[in-house]
Structures are given as C-alpha cells and as structure tokens.
C-alpha cells in the first residue's frame, strides 16, 4: 500500500494506514462489508424488504449528484430530466416536495443544509422527506406529536447505522417541542426502544447514532414529572444513561455527561411553584460517580477518575447535603494521590462548588467550614505556580461562600488564609503574587466592607469579629517588614483596600501602621511613593483627616529650626483624598495654623530672608487648599461653618492669594455640602455679608498684569451662591444694580460689570422685580454701545429662557410688549449682540401659538442674513432658529407639509435678490432640507433641486459653494429612484460651471461626482458630463476599485486570523452534526488532531519531586509531603527566557539588524461611503462655518480622497536587469532628515547636526565675496579628494 506523489494537505491524516509491523498483510482484518454480502448470497430475505423503487431512485439520485437544489430552482423543474426512469411522477417528487415545503419550523435548520455533499446530511434530508410524505399521506397536520410518532416507527424499521444516526438526530430535534403529557404516557415505549438500540450500538464503531440517542434519552427523562421519578423504571432508563458518562469514546461521554446535567438541572418539575430542592435521582448519580472514583482511583492514568471529576464540577451544586459531603471526602482522598491532573480537577470541582453559591440545603456553613480546614493540608508550594493560582482561587471563593452563609464563622476562618497567602507574596513567581493579593483584595469587598458597619469599633482588645478583623490587619501590616520588600507594592495594595473597607471603624489598631508607612515613606529612595500616598489617601478619606494626624502629626508649628518639614508631603495627601468630614477641625487645626504660619513668613520677609518667607508662605498656602476638600459634603455644617464665615469673608476681600481657592470652596459647599435643609438654611444666612463683598470685588477693574481669572471665579460663585439665597435679598441686590446701571456717573467698566450681575440676578427674581429689571434695560437694546447693548440682550436671554417661575409668568404676560420691542431694536441691533438676541427669538418662538404667525414672518430675513454672521455662535443660533420657526408652523397646522410649504414660501424671496442674501437663503433651505427630510414632500424637494441648479450658473463663489452643499444634502436625502430624474440636470448644470468655478471647487466636486457613481454608476456619469471632467471621473474610478480591493485584503487577513485561533471543543449544535462527514473519517480526524493533544496532555501531567535541602533524606511519611510534588520543573530561572532585545536564530545566535529610519507605509484610508447622514450633515456644517475646524497644517496636507489615491506600491524589486534594485545607498547624515519637512531635526541622544564655521565680520564685504566662497569649495574639494583615495584603495585590497 505505497504512496506515490505528494497528497494534499489534510488528506494524510484521513488515510488509513497499516499498524506497526503488519504492512505485509495481503489483506486487511476488517472486512465488515464482505462478511455482510457474503451473508445474503444464496438466500433470499426472511422478512419484507425495504428495498422499494423509490429507495433505489432516491439512491441513484444521491449517487450522481443531481439532487440539488438552487435557491430559485423549483424541486418539480430539477426533477424533470429523470423522469423517464422514475416509476411515476409523484415518486419523483415525494423527496423533495417533503423537504424543501415541510411546515414544521423544528427542522428549519435542516432545510439550510440540504445542498451538503455529506452522505450524513443527505441521509438526514431523505429521512424527514420520507417522514413528510407519510404524514401527508395519512392526512396528518405536521404537528411535533406527528413527527414523533413517525420517527419512533422509523427508527424500529432501520437498519444501517447511517439511517439510525439520522433517525435520532431528527427524533432529538422534534422531542424538544413535543408537548409533556405525551411523552409522560409514551415514557414506557419510548424508553424501551432507546435502551435496545443503546445496548446494540454501545460496542459499535459508530458514535452518531449512540450519541444522538443518548440525547433523547435525555429530553425524554427531562420531560417526566415527578410523580414518574418514583417509579423504579425510570431510575433505570436515568441509570442506563448515566453508565455511559465513563465511555472510552469522548462523544458519547460528553452526550450522556450533558444529558445528566441537562436531567438533574433542567428537569421541569424542578421550576414550578412547589418545585423540589434537589433532583430524585441525585443520590443515585453522586453514588455512582463515587463508586467509579473508588474503582479506579488507584489506576496509573486514572482516566476514568478524571472523567468524574469533570462531571462531578458540573453536578457537585445540584446534590443534598450528605452526599455533597461523601463527593468531598472522595476528591479529599484522590487529591492525596499526588497525580496532577486529578488534583486540579478536584479542585476545579471545589471551585464550581463554591462559585454556585448554593444554599444550607446543599452546602451548610459547617461543610463548608470543614472543606476549608481540610484544604489546607493540600496547600501547594510557593514555587509550584499552576496549583497554587488553583488553590488561592478556590480558597477565596470558599471564604467568600462562608461568610454569605454565616458571617461569624466565616469572619474566624479569615486570619488563617490571610496569614497563608501572605506567605505566598515571598514567591519567586509574579503570577503567585498577584493572584494572592487579588484573592485578598476580593475577600476585603466582599465579606469586610459590607459587614463593617455591624461589626462596630474594633480594638486590640476585641473579641468576636472584631477580633478576626483585627488578626486580618496584623498580617497585612507584617508585609511592610524588610522580608516582603520585593512585594510592597502589593502590600501597598492591600493596605489600601483594608484602609477603605475598615478604616472609619478600625482606625484604633491602624494608627501604628500609618506610623510605619510614614517612616517608609522617608527612607532613602523608596520606590513605591505613589502607591504609598494612595494608601495613606485612602487611610484619610475613610478615617479623616483628624484621626491619621494624631497618629501622624504634622510636626509644623512654626517655630522649626531647620526647614526639612519631613511630613510636608501630607497635606497634598489630605488635599486630594478628604471628603465627608467634620469642617469644624479645619477651624480648630488648620486655621490657627496657617495664621501662623503666614505671619511667620511676613517676619521673615521684613528680616529679609526671601526664600525662607516662601516656603512658609507656599505651606499656609497648601493648608488653604484644603478647604474645599473639606467642604465636600461636610457633617457640621450647621454647626460648624458661622465660626469660619467670617474667616473667609475676610480672606476673599482682603487676600488677593486665597480668592480663588475660597471661592472653590464655597461654591463646593453649596453645591456639595448642602444637602440637608438646615444646612442649605445655615449657608443661606451668610449670603447677606458674602455677596456684597463678592459684588464689589467684581466691580473692581482688573489691574495692569493681573490675569482675569478671580473675576471670573468670582461670579461663578456670585451665580452659585444666588441658587440659594431668599428671593426678597435678590431682589434688593436686583434694584440697587439698575440704580447702578441708570446712574450717570458710572463708568462703562462700572456699567458692564454691573450689568453681568444683573445677568446672574435675574433668573432668581420675582415678576415684579424682573417688569421693572425690564424697563431698565429697554432702553440699552438700541444702545450704540456695542458692549452695553448685548450686556442688555444677554439680561433678557436669561428671563426668557427660564421655563417655569417668575421668568415664564413675565414672558407670557408681556409677550407683545417682547415681540414690539424685538422687532423695533431690529435695525439697531449690532453685530456683537445677535447671538444673545437669536437667543432671545429662540425661547420665545417655542412659546408662540398660530396667531403670532406675522411675527415669525417679520423675523425670516433678519434670521437668513444671520446665517453669513462672524460670530459663530450667531450662525449656529440662528440656524437652530430657522429650526424652530419650522416646528413652530408644524405647531400652527393644518397638515405639516402645508405647514412646511408655507414656511418655505417665505424664504423663497431670498433666492432672486442681493447675492448675499442668495447665499444665505440656500443655506437656510439647505439646513430645513436635512432637518426635515421626512417631512417635505417629493414635488417640493424635487423643486427646490431644479432651482438650485439653475442658481448653479452664478459668478459668485458664495453662491456656487451653497448651491454645491445644497446638492450633496439632496443626494444623501432623496430617494434613489426620484433623484434619478434629475441626475441629467444636476450634472448638466454642474458641466456649465467655468473654469475658475472648477478649479475652486474641485474637492466638493469630487465627492459630489463619487457619490452620484455609487449611486448610479460609473457610464451614466461619464456620459452626462462634458470631456474635461472625465479624467477626474477615471481617477475616481480606480480609486474605488483600489479601496475595495484593500477592503477585501482587510477582510480576508482578518478571517484568517480568526481561523489561527484556537478550536474550542464540539458542541451539540445541529451545524456542528450536519457538518460531520461520515463516522468512521470523523474518528480517524479524532485520532490525528488528539496526538498532539496527549502529548500536551502527558506534558501537563508529569510531576516532579522536589528534594530535601542538603544532604537530608526526603521524608514519605511527613504530611506535607504533598507539597513536594510539583506540576512545575524546579529550578532557578526555569521557564524565564531573558529578553535581549534581539532575534535569535535556530542555533541560538543572535540575528542584530541595523534600524531602518524610513517610515512605515501607512495605511490607506476608507473612502467616506461609510460616513452617515449626521456626519455628513456635520461636515456641511464645519462648510458652512457652524463648527470650528480642527486647526490643520497647510503644507503637506491632504484631502482624504487624494490620500486614497497614493496607494504604496505593491512590487518590489529583485532580478537583474530593469527589475535590478536601484534603491540608494544611505547618505551620511540620512538619520538627521526631516521627515515631514526640510532641512535636518535635532535627535535626542545624538550629535546636532551642524557644521560650525566662526562667525567673523570681516567677512560681510562683499568684496571678498568669492574669496570666501572659495574657501568652501576647498573644503569640499578636500573631502572629495580623500573619498577617491579610499575608494581606490578598497578597489585595489580586492584584486587577487
């Protein structure tokens, strides 16, 4: 049996091949199909045989292929050409017609797969035809109950393993929809039949049949009620599906193992009301599994062992309470067998336990508690890291489950794992360490913090849980000792979660730690500074403030001789992390203390003494800022902040320093800090003496040199403060600013910055304060004052925009006074002020009902022209008012496109006057075009696109850019077949543009020109487009061919890296069985992909017996003699390779190449086909001038169009001849040149590159100019001349 030639790939390992030693066998052993002929030879069949015409056509059909179905091909048409052999027509069509029309939607996925080519598949597909006709024949209605009859007969009659297989997978997809009252009664039939064909094919070659049998089995048994499960019968048929959970062959152990999972978990009496704690036949299956571990727990390979313990991880939550017990003392005993595999699996079964979080029916807190003790003696060692990440996961889930179960015995088995993983942080391997601090940090959250507040004060002396707590802290704080010093980040780690669990209760057994991790943090380059200021951070923000400096003062007071201030680095610590304190210790500690502190460095400056003054100015400076932390939802408020109100008054008026951080802080307290009504109440008292001061100091000019920003930290505050002051106190404010406002002696300063408190006072006004704010201001609306003018507007945007309170009674009380107004100051309005009045117009269309309708008609010009404002917010306003004129006459009725067709009309004019207002009236219609796409009708978008063509002809460039944005708006909103009518004479209008037009906008001409050929295609373009515009439409041409073709290479290096990934494991999906070939290829597959999975097998499985240290004898007898078999290779360093930075070669030489300085090819962008209507809308706007551009480099820039076409080449050179490569040699000093411009850059590490000549003024004359120029020359002469020597020196050291 040779082979000649070389197969292809994948064909080898789906040969047959001759076992070792037998290749000179002239004929095979197997020889089931000869011993089968040779039995029918001479005898005629005992029983009625199945061979019938239809079995013989339906067999020459599949034989030659000719049974296949197209997606639009009728099952009668591609039966035709067979018709004359067929015995009658309908016998024909009975396969298809009962395929390919069959009404039940259970086998819908088999009708997907009717094209296969697999014998299995068709096999499936004749099957349920067959089926079908039959049911049809008899009248039947396709119901499951139907099916499953049908299939039950058929399965009876088959033979061949083939049909059988098919039969059952059928049978397994129809049980699951076939109701359970038949299934109940038919349990007795039904279950026989499966036991006989289990029993015939349990030592059969073939595993499609068993497997899909055992499947129904286990639907079957699912679908029994409890009632049944008493009867011994059915324990049977459950223990005839169990045996099969330790079959040799891996499909037919994982369909029973599912099916018993799928039985004990997903039975239906299991989730009815009265629904039982645990499955009947539970203590059946856990006696069976410990029954086959005893048997063959002692074997070398124990395979069978593993088997069970892979379904016990699945089954261990689902049994009572004495038999999860035995299960634990089973897997106890095996893992003492010291064999790797068996251990993890052991624990993965643990794991499963603990993760399902069962309750004290199944798990109770003893068992769990015991299982916890017991898992101690199987603790790995430190070095052995596979069983060790194992073992601290299942020991975290264990706690996590006891502490759910009981809290205090939970909380008394804490210290002893915290004190055994501690141990782990000593381990060489990383992975140890931050598996055991993880495992740590997840116990902290979920058994400490939720129980904390019920726990209560915890001291050295404490019993109970607090005692355990106080254990836990202690073995957490020994990993600050120099023995864990490679691990203190770890112990960092832990320590802050443990400050942030436990830290408002425990603080008393803390405060000696807080003091080691000071000390730490001064010992001489400590490496772990941020994570030791997070923690202490997290020690304040649960202690506060007040508790970690009685364990850790200061140690400032002012009269410090040296200047060191070791705990300086605290107060930045505290600033950033304190929260929910008592703000009363700010005013008892830290008050007196910067008081101190600043007339310490006043001292010292009138001595002299410069740098000291500064660095106790910069310390109270510090202190001051850590008032708005405190401030941050403060517990005293009420009590504590009259004693500081008038600190801060003073600081905010007289120290120019502190006005912002002061300012912070109460804007944090009100916002933050008053949440209660007597706190909100207490702060609101102040606001009498705080913003007087705060509104003088705005008023005061802002001096030469000084930045603005306390100004503006002063009105936010102003603006915060009002949120909560009494409205009689605002409107006192409110009439003594337009005093303010109306006196003549006030300078505009004066006048502008009273009016900006008149903005924020405003909102909070009543009605009759805001009428008379309003008559003040009136008159300012039409000032020439630009500054003046839109102060005003800006007053009257905040009283319209408020949409309930006094602000919404005074706009619908003076709404024509408004409209008057607004429509009287038109004229005078400036370009400064529209944005505020568009504003204002804004607010009060949305309140306008359908007899105001004149006055949206009076504001339709103003609002157009608006659009071409410098200010971009005044074009962004006023396009969101040509919005919401359009709701408002959708508002107005009577139909919204009457509504909209009216609205249009009045912008209509806009297109025939002044080229300005040509402009902006496209870009208004071309803004309602988008915003009410599905709203106008056909005929009215269709006539706004022929207008704007013929605007297209305009010698005005604002002109042309609108009508350009209006047509690419049209394109991405019409619908293909109504923008096909004018597609002539949009590009006819486009064709007559001139040449200056072209050159202009030959960007938005491309992309206008792309989108009409993905629209309509490449030739009908061309076509209707002059012979100067059709070299750009090639071009766009072969750039979308080169776009797709990279989209395609994209695609495909994807899917192929999605094909690397690694196989999971089958499944029992109907793909996954359709897609099988035929049994016997599938197994020989099996045998070569599972080589390589026992080697990988073998080589997790070996074990390794670390010695005893020296000279000693390893001792068998000690009970931690387990920890000395290890799954990992002892040894220094094994499994770390050192990274050199370098390739290394098969050989191990290291492979050093020289850096290659050109960048990259890039990648070529997508083309914008992607974008959608929101973006493309966006970039019209960015068009239009609504957004602000990004700022972008004007040299080398491209547009993304042009980039698409500079696709990098794909040869590469390699040959001889023109295919030579001619790429240069690297010139000396290639590496200082600019990449992205001329010229040479400075590298960091290197040399500057330059050539230094000394600078002399003798040498400006320009007589001497050539002079000076031959000097140059020499030089290069020079070095030109010493090149030529090399080069003919190296020529001539290589002639032999």
Known sequence: MGRSGKLPSGVSAKLKRWKKGHSSDSNPAICRHRQAARSRFFSRPSGKSDLTVDAVKLHNELQSGSLRLGKSEAPETAMEEEEATALTEKSSATFLSGLSDCTNVTFSKVQRFWESNSAAHKEICAVLAAVTEVIRSQGGKETETEYFAALMTTMEAVESPESLAAVAYLLNLVLKRVPSPVLIKKFSDTSKAFMEIMSAQASSGSTSALRWVLSCLAILLRKQDLEAWGYPVTLQVYHGLLSFTVHTKPKIRKAAQHGVCSVL???????????????????????????????????????????????????????????????????????????????????????????????????????????????????????????????????????????????????????RFFGTAMTCLLSPHSHVVAAATQSLQEILKECVTPHMADIGSVTSSASGPGQYVAKMFRAVEEGLTYKFHAAWSSVLQLLCVFFEAAGRQAHPVMKKCLQSLCDLRLSPHFPHTAALDKAVGAAVASMGPEVVLQAVPLEIDGSEETLDFPRSWLLPVIRDHVRETRLGFFTAYFLPLATTLKSKAMDLAQAGSTVESKIYDTLQWQIWTLLPGFCTRPTDVAASFKGLARTLGIAISERPDLRVTVCQALRTLITKGCEAEADRAEVSRFAKNFLPILFNLYGQPVAAGDTPAPRRAVLETIKTYLTITEPQLVNGFLEKASEKVLDPASSDFTRLSVLDLVVALAPHADEAAISKLYSTIRPYLESKAHGVQKKAYRVLEEVCASPWGPGARFVQSHLDDLKETLLDSLRTTSSPAKRPRLKCLIHIVKKLTAEHEEFITALVPEVILCTKEVSVGARKNAFALLVEMGHAFLRFG?????????YLILIYPGLVGAVTMVSCSILALTHLLFEFKGLMGTSTVEQLLENVCLLLASRTRDVVKSALGFIKVAVLVMDVAHLAKHVQLVMEAIGKLSDDMRRHFRVKLRNLFTKFIRKFGFELVKKLLPVEYHKVLVNIRKAEARAKRHRALNQAAEEEEEEEEPAQGAGDSIEEILADSEDEDSEQEERSRG???????????????????????????????????????????????????????????????????DAATTKMEEEEGAKGEDEEMADLMEDLGVRRKK????????????????????????????????????????????????????????????????LNRTKLNHRKKMKLQGQFKGLVKAAQRGSQVGHKLRRKDRRP
């Not at 009577?894 to 009216?902: C, D, G, I, T």
């Not at 690297?1226 to 330059?1250: F, N």
């Open 265 to 415: 978990k997903g039975s239906e009496f299991m989730f009815g009301e009265k629904a039982a704690a645990h499955h009947p036949a539970a203590v059946s299956t856990a006696k069976f599994c410990i029954q086959e571990i005893e048997k063959s727990g002692g074997s070398k390979e124990a395979t069978t062992t593993l088997h069970m313990l892979t379904l016990l991880k699945d089954l261990l939550p689902c049994f009572p309470e004495g038999m999860v017990k035995s299960c634990s003392e089973t897997l106890l005993r095996v893992m003492t067998l010291s064999h790797v595999l068996v251990t993890a699996c052991a624990m993965q079964a643990f794991h499963s336990l603990f993760h399902a979080k069962p309750g004290p029916g199944t798990l109770p807190a003893e068992l769990n508690a015991q299982i916890i003790t017991a898992l101690y003696d199987y603790v790995p060692s430190e070095n052995d890291l596979q069983p060790l990440l194992a073992w601290l996961k299942v020991m975290e889930k264990a706690h996590i489950n006891l502490v759910r179960l009981q809290r205090d015995l939970g909380l008394g088995h804490l210290p």
């Open 894 to 902: 009577p139909s919204q496109e009457e509504a909209l067709q009216r």
């Open 1191 to 1254: 700022p972008q480099k004007l040299k080398h820039q491209k547009e993304p169009d042009d980039e698409e076409l500079e696709m990098p080449p794909q040869y590469q050179a390699g040959g001889s001849g023109i295919h030579r490569p001619v790429a240069k040699k690297a010139t000396p000093g290639a590496e200082y040149k600019a990449k992205k411009a001329k010229g040479d850059v400075k590298k960091k590490g290197r040399l500057d590159p330059y050539a230094y000549i000394p």
């Open 1091 to 1157: 080589k390589e999975q026992r080697r990988l097998t073998r080589q997790r499985s070996r074990a390794w017996l670390k010695e005893g240290g020296g000279d000693e004898p390893l001792n068998f007898l000690d009970p931690k003699v387990a920890q000395r078999v290890l799954a990992t290779q002892p040894g220094p360093g094994y499994g770390k390779k050192k990274d050199h930075g370098f390739k290394v070669s098969a050989d191990g030489r290291l492979i050093i190449r020289e850096e290659d300085d």
